[in-house]
């Protein structure tokens, strides 16, 4: 039987069919994904303006934690807003071109951010390893070095992805079992040989993944072995707990992202990957305004909150 394919062009639409049978939930789920993208563009906002109206926290920390709540807020509007409009309207297409924005973009911050995370994790590590020469070894230069290069390297990968993945076919229905255009559902909907674009993931998802997932855990052992040393418990809590929101932040996205794309293709992966996808893509950027606020005294202290 000869099976019709379809080269990737700008002329064909996708169609998303996850939630497409939600029709006897539609209202809560619609209002729950408004709540969220609120909650995490408003959260985020204020956060970046707190820091910018605060002279005492224009230090490295909160200037990483800047460039996280810009990421986070790129991130959800990449995803959110056509998921939204998909559940209201009723029409589960999507553009060519919109698919590929949302696989470029979704790729780029997700590289990024863990990239972002190594790089607040180092200025954690600085800061409580090495006090006397942190405002020496973080320095402004260092600072933008370790901000845009995660930005550089999360933006080229994603390029070559995007640059795979659209010329493979798909079959005729190019039906993407997604509520985005995720790397692993399009492969799922091509027809072509996508062993190259595996390979690709994999060598990724170890150099990038694995790695900085690894650096942020050395980050930490040394940390913690620090603070153990510390014989004040009221300071070894007070700098425990300005690492405590970066780590439960870093467990979060980490382990929820490395979970979708290092676990093998098998029946029940397609509906593992969505619960997992929902966590990082909506609920983490959700959190992070948050647990880096009400667990930073810092924070509260400028917002007044006792």
Same mark, same amino acid.
Request: charged fraction near 10%; aromatic fraction near 12%.
């Given at each position: #039987?000869?099976?019709?394919? @379809?080269?990737?062009?700008?002329?064909?639409?996708?169609?998303?069919?996850?939630?497409?049978?939600? %029709?006897?939930?539609?209202?809560? $789920?619609?209002?729950?994904?408004?709540? #969220?993208?609120?909650?995490?563009?408003?959260?985020?906002?204020?956060?970046?303006?707190?820091?910018?109206?605060?002279?005492?926290?224009?230090?490295?920390?909160?200037?990483?934690?800047?460039?996280?709540?810009?990421?986070?807020?790129?991130?959800?509007?990449? @995803?959110?807003?056509?998921?939204?409009?998909? %559940?209201?309207?009723?029409?589960?297409?999507?553009?060519?071109?919109?698919?590929?924005? %949302?696989?470029?973009?979704?790729?780029?911050?997700?590289?990024?951010?863990?990239?972002?995370?190594?790089?607040?994790?180092?200025?954690?590590?600085?800061?409580?390893?090495?006090?006397?020469?942190?405002?020496?070894?973080?320095?402004?230069?260092?600072?933008?070095?370790?901000?845009?290069?995660?930005?550089?390297?999360?933006?080229?990968?994603?390029?070559?992805?995007?640059?795979?993945?659209?010329?493979?076919?798909?079959?005729?229905?190019?039906?993407?079992?997604?509520?985005?255009?995720? #790397?692993?559902?399009?492969?799922?909907?091509?027809?072509?040989?996508?062993?190259?674009?595996?390979?690709?993931?994999?060598?990724?998802?170890?150099?990038?993944?694995?790695?900085?997932?690894?650096?942020?855990?050395?980050?930490?052992? $040394?940390?913690?072995?620090?603070?153990?040393?510390?014989?004040?418990?009221?300071?070894?809590?007070?700098?425990?707990?300005?690492?405590?929101?970066?780590?439960?932040? *870093?467990?979060? $996205?980490?382990?929820?992202?490395?979970?979708?794309? #290092?676990?093998?293709?098998?029946?029940?992966?397609?509906? %593992?990957?969505?619960?997992?996808?929902?966590?990082?893509?909506?609920? *983490?950027?959700?959190?992070?305004?948050?647990?880096?606020?009400?667990?930073?005294?810092?924070?509260?202290?400028?917002?007044?909150?006792?």
């Amino acid at each position: #039987m000869n099976v019709k394919v @379809i080269n990737a062009s700008i002329s064909e639409d996708f169609y998303l069919l996850t939630f497409s049978g939600l %029709q006897n939930f539609s209202y809560v $789920f619609i209002l729950t994904i408004v709540l #969220m993208y609120l909650l995490c563009m408003i959260g985020n906002l204020i956060l970046i303006a707190v820091v910018w109206a605060a002279p005492r926290l224009h230090t490295p920390m909160y200037f990483f934690l800047c460039n996280l709540s810009t990421l986070d807020m790129a991130y959800v509007s990449t @995803i959110l807003p056509k998921l939204l409009d998909s %559940q209201i309207s009723g029409k589960n297409t999507i553009s060519f071109t919109s698919c590929f924005t %949302q696989l470029f973009m979704s790729v780029a911050c997700m590289a990024t951010e863990f990239l972002l995370l190594s790089s607040m994790a180092f200025d954690r590590y600085v800061a409580i390893c090495v006090p006397l020469n942190y405002s020496t070894i973080m320095n402004k230069k260092i600072c933008i070095v370790l901000s845009l290069t995660p930005w550089t390297i999360g933006s080229l990968n994603s390029l070559l992805y995007v640059f795979l993945i659209s010329h493979l076919s798909f079959c005729k229905s190019r039906d993407i079992i997604h509520f985005y255009c995720d #790397m692993k559902a399009l492969l799922r909907a091509s027809c072509s040989d996508i062993r190259h674009v595996n390979i690709a993931i994999l060598s990724e998802g170890f150099t990038l993944g694995f790695l900085a997932f690894g650096m942020i855990l050395i980050s930490y052992v $040394f940390i913690i072995s620090a603070i153990l040393k510390i014989k004040t418990s009221a300071k070894r809590l007070k700098i425990f707990s300005s690492c405590s929101s970066h780590l439960t932040v *870093v467990l979060l $996205f980490c382990g929820s992202s490395l979970s979708v794309y #290092m676990n093998p293709e098998s029946k029940s992966s397609t509906k %593992q990957d969505l619960i997992l996808s929902l966590l990082y893509v909506a609920v *983490v950027p959700v959190l992070n305004p948050l647990v880096y606020s009400l667990r930073n005294k810092d924070v509260l202290d400028v917002l007044r909150i006792p």
